[in-house]
Structure formats: structure tokens, C-alpha cells
Nanobody, 116 residues
């Protein structure tokens, strides 16, 4: 059974940093792409960053240069280091994993609030 468990959200001041982590359980060696998405109140869900098993990354333009996604394939974990946070980064962040033979799974979400 596949499960994604996130941690690391919270309240931070503008300009601050947070690190989100997500751990997958189950068939971790069958994971293709892992990533982070976010949804702010009243807005559609948007891609933040993704990473393939070979380390190829993709970022939303709004976070390039500020966020860094990383992954440990052997542990089935993906992390998102968020620096220079802005109020517009406030959202619920959800971890996503796409498995070769099982489809896509989502974490439960973690709140990130950037406010002074």
C-alpha cells in the first residue's frame, strides 16, 4: 500500500526559509517522478517543482532560484528547500509521486504561511 507523509510546514516571516519533506512507503523503487504542488485559497493547484529518478528537475518560474527540490531514491523521499519566502508562497503544499505501474499518489498536504 502506497502512502506519502509530509512534514515541515509552518509559519515563517518574509525572507525566511522552510524545508518540506515527504516520505513514500510501498513500492518506492517503482517511483518515476516525485514533486510538490501547492494550492492557495481561491486559486487552482499549481506545480512547484518535480524531479525524476535520474535527478532532472523542473520548477515553476515563480520559485526558480529560491526553491530547490531533491530526492533520495533509495529512501523514497523528496524534499523542498524554500528560501527567500514571500507572502505569495502561502499555500497548502502537497507531495506527489508517480509510480510506473500504480499511477499517481498524493500526500495529505502541509500548510506554509509566510507572514510578518
Amino acid at each position: 500500500q502506497v502512502q506519502l507523509v509530509e512534514s515541515g510546514g509552518g509559519l515563517v516571516q518574509p525572507g525566511g526559509s522552510l524545508r518540506l519533506s515527504c516520505a513514500a512507503s510501498g513500492s518506492i523503487f517503482s517511483i518515476n517522478v516525485m514533486g510538490w504542488y501547492r494550492q492557495a485559497p481561491g486559486k487552482q493547484r499549481e506545480l512547484v517543482a518535480t524531479i525524476t529518478g535520474s535527478g532532472i528537475t523542473n520548477y515553476a518560474d515563480s520559485v526558480k532560484g529560491r526553491f530547490t527540490i531533491s530526492r533520495v531514491n533509495a529512501k523514497g523521499t523528496v524534499s523542498l528547500q524554500m528560501n527567500s519566502l514571500k507572502p505569495e508562497d502561502t499555500a497548502v503544499y502537497r507531495c506527489n509521486a508517480v509510480f510506473f505501474n500504480l499511477g499517481a499518489y498524493w500526500g495529505q498536504g502541509t500548510q506554509v504561511t509566510v507572514s510578518s
